[in-house]
């Protein structure tokens, strides 16, 4: 059987309790080593055949699994964060499908929540937003004309921006113009839980600059909006004039 596991953003202790189990148990690994702490793998067996996949193509990928197929092998495909979000297993998947070779697909916890935690801060707050928008900006891969930057900014939503650190510059523009103003929140986090991990705060208008000095230009989340400093309002699921199907709320 083949599994897709998320490895979590970096610290090898995020990875679930399933993904870990099946590390232990793999007889195959293939994990994308460019983005993947290969700390992870000093979990697995010993006789565990290891590939990185950061110099190999699909095919190549794929070739592997298909050559190391067994009903009684456990084969590992070791991606970042969740490998739903931007893990380009969709592709890997179709394949499998056309071979009939089972899969099946375990998450992990992703490098925009792991960011999120690290800020200490909750990306849906009540009077504040409910929404978020995880994105990226356009590059080699393009975008869809109406998931444009400045569209999605528009709806002044939290955000939660991949792959876009290195063209830094234009992302704040398409934000400013979305968000109509320059005094957003920004975060910046850079490697989120990983031992070189590195915050940078503040506002669209400065955040450019802090990056551009700090170096950083990838492994970076950018989020973008008021749940980070903002006021915001109480929840009504703890406060005890509100009633709910677990707790009679005060008149």
Same mark, same amino acid.
């Given at each position: 059987?083949?599994?897709?596991? !998320? @490895? ?9 309790? =399933? ?12 994990? @994308?080593? %460019? ?32 050559k190391n197929d067994r009903p009684e092998k456990v084969i590992v495909r070791l991606h970042t964060g969740d490998p739903t979000i931007y893990g380009a297993i969709r592709e890997q998947m179709s394949f499998l499908? #056309? ?26 707050v009540p009077g504040v937003s409910q929404t978020v928008i995880v994105t990226r900006m356009e590059g080699k891969t393009p975008v869809p004309e109406l998931e444009d930057l400045e569209r999605l900014a528009s709806?002044? %939503? %939290? ?10 510059? #234009?992302?704040?523009? =398409? ?15 850079? #490697? ?9 705060? !503040? ?6 600059? =802090?990056? =551009?000095? @700090?170096?950083?230009?990838?492994? @970076? ?23 709910? !199907?677990?707790?009679? !709320?005060?008149?």
């Open positions: 059987m083949i599994y897709f596991v !998320g @490895a979590g953003p970096g610290d090898v202790d995020l990875i679930t309790v =399933k993904g870990r189990d099946l590390l232990t148990r793999a007889d195959v690994v293939i994990y @994308a080593g %460019s983005l993947v702490w290969d700390q992870h793998l000093r979990f697995c067996k010993q006789d565990c055949l290891q590939f990185n996949s950061a110099g190999m193509t699909l095919e190549e990928v794929i070739a592997v699994m298909k499908e #056309k071979e009939t070779m089972p899969y099946r697909v375990i998450p992990g916890v992703s490098s925009f929540t792991a960011a999120c935690a690290v800020i200490n801060r909750e990306f849906t709806h002044q %939503s %939290s955000m939660a921006i991949f792959l876009s650190v290195q063209e830094i510059d #234009k992302v704040l523009e =398409k934000l400013k113009r979305g968000y109509n103003r320059s005094n957003v929140p920004v975060s910046v986090v850079y #490697k989120a839980t990983w031992p070189d991990q590195q915050v940078l705060t !503040g506002t669209l208008a400065d955040i450019g600059e =802090k990056v =551009k000095k @700090a170096g950083i230009s990838r492994f @970076a989340q950018i989020l973008v909006g008021d749940f980070i400093t903002g006021d915001y309002e109480r929840s009504l699921l703890y406060n005890p004039e509100f009633s709910h !199907g677990y707790r009679k !709320g005060k008149e």
